[in-house]
């Protein structure tokens, strides 16, 4: 019986040592998530001083965020934490139209969302007007979720202010990066998908790294390129399709690198318009149109109509239509024998703004064209409001498997410009059956391989000469 209690009391000695053990441990625990709780607050106190705080949103300042992300970063594995790049889409051309106290209340707005929407999201701040950066937590298909999420609710508030986003994800992956740079990664994802209007979230990875050394490496060379005339600006003709005359030209550009080759549009014209140098090589082309021009009346050599492509950020700039005047002029070059062409994405952004400028075009004689029109965007609202008197039809109409439907489509725009005296110009011609279908569906003007592929000003030249000694 004795030796029963003994087994009884150390069995119940051993239990009482086991859960004072555990709340021993327990309690350790408490402490320790205390002390980091205490710590991570005390880190969020240092670096959010009222002097460090953006006044107008309340957001961190760059710097201080940089700081403050590098605390957290010390505290936390990396593990499912990215940076977001929040980048409203033309901003500045927003603020000279609605003015400094609409503006203002937007980038409000977007501090608050992000403030209010966000779960688990760690830090914010604003920089640079109108970009934001996040430090926040979860997997990458999680944070697609939150930020489409986040982005209806966003516009769903501020509407009435018609402005729209891209952004751009870094996910950490070392932490020992400077923070500084992680958002330049986060940055560099975002311009990756502002050219693509079916995106709105890129993420960045390696391949954006190399694309971006290549950019750098483009867009250091511009200036001198462009001051050596290392900028070649070639004539694609455009004929009549009835009479198979030459009856317009389109001017196209190539870069002309050290070593001969050459660079197609393609590849530079993005960087330019990330590095905001397009408008310097865009006037530099309509120049060089007016330059040749000139020398063509010099030579009493018949002039056509020729188009010059112009970026849609120009478009943005008040001073634009006064600049196309005042080339113009100083080589003598009347007005309607110079063809704006306007991007039909570029409706896509602000359809009035960018209308009213090809009003004002129109209003100064030039004449104004929607380029590859039927891409993506198209809208009867650009041929009603009467803005523009040359449509250009996309290629991809005449490429692809669904023939029947592309010609159905075609023969009806053909009726309604006609109805509505606008010109047409179908772009990419390539074949005689494509030339025949085009002439007896009401086409007017035929650009592509099948007449000419584009040449130098020499060879345009000649050939206006001939055609005229011919006629």
């Not at 209806?152 to 950490?172: E, K, P, Q």
């Not at 079916?198 to 790294?209: K, P, R, S």
Request: proline share 3%; aromatic share 12%; charged share 25%.
């Amino acid at each position: 019986m004795s030796g029963y209690y003994i087994v009884l009391l150390l069995l119940s000695l051993f239990l009482c040592i086991v859960i004072c053990a555990f709340f021993f441990i327990l309690k350790k625990l408490r402490k320790v998530e205390k002390r980091n709780e205490e710590k991570s607050v005390q880190i969020k106190k240092s670096h959010k001083p009222e002097s460090k705080i953006d006044s107008l949103t309340g957001l961190l300042s760059e710097q201080e965020f940089d700081e403050a992300a590098r605390a957290v970063l010390e505290l936390q594995e990396p593990k499912s934490l990215y940076i977001l790049h929040i980048d409203i889409d033309n901003f500045s051309f927003y603020r000279s139209v609605h003015g400094k106290e609409a503006s203002d209340k937007a980038l409000k707005y977007v501090a608050f969302c992000i403030q209010d929407f966000f779960d688990g999201h760690i830090l914010a701040c604003r920089n640079a007007s109108d970009h934001f950066y996040v430090l926040a937590e979860g997997e990458l298909n999680k944070a697609f979720e939150t930020i489409f999420q986040w982005y209806d609710v966003l516009m769903r508030l501020i509407a009435v202010h018609a402005i729209t986003m891209h952004f751009g994800i870094y996910t950490i992956k070392d932490p020992f990066i400077p923070v500084s740079e992680m958002r330049s990664y986060a940055k560099i994802a975002t311009r990756s998908v502002k050219e693509n209007y079916g995106n709105l979230i890129g993420v960045y990875n390696e391949d954006l790294f190399l694309q971006q050394q290549t950019r750098m490496e483009l867009a250091s060379n511009f200036e001198s390129s462009l001051k050596d005339k290392r900028f070649v600006v070639m004539f694609q003709p455009k004929y009549d399709a009835c009479s198979e005359r030459i009856a317009g030209a389109e001017a196209l550009v190539r870069w002309q690198q050290e070593d001969g080759s050459l660079t197609s549009p393609s590849e530079f014209i993005p960087v330019l318009e990330h590095t905001g140098l397009i408008p310097k090589l865009d006037f530099y082309v309509f120049e060089e149109v007016c330059k040749t021009m000139s020398n063509f009346f010099n030579k009493n050599i018949t002039v056509v109509p020729i188009s010059v492509n112009f970026s849609r950020v120009n478009l943005y700039n008040p001073g634009f239509c006064n600049k196309l005047t005042n080339i113009a002029g100083q080589y003598g070059i009347p007005h309607k024998s110079l063809e704006i062409e306007l991007t039909e994405s570029a409706f896509f952004e602000n359809e009035k703004i960018l209308t009213d400028i090809a009003k004002r075009l129109r209003k100064d004689d030039f004449r104004v064209s929607i380029d590859d029109f039927g891409r993506g965007y198209s809208s009867l609202n650009l041929i009603k409001e009467e803005s523009f008197d040359v449509i250009k039809i996309d290629q991809s109409f005449l490429q692809g498997d669904n023939e029947g439907t592309a010609k159905m489509i075609l023969k009806t725009i053909f009726t309604l410009t006609r109805e509505l005296r606008l010109e047409t110009v179908a772009e990419g011609v390539e074949n005689r059956t494509q030339l025949e279908f085009l002439r007896n569906s009401g086409c007017d003007l035929i650009q592509g391989f099948f007449f000419s592929k584009p040449v130098s000003n020499i060879e345009f030249e000649n050939m206006l000469m001939m055609q005229s000694m011919a006629s």
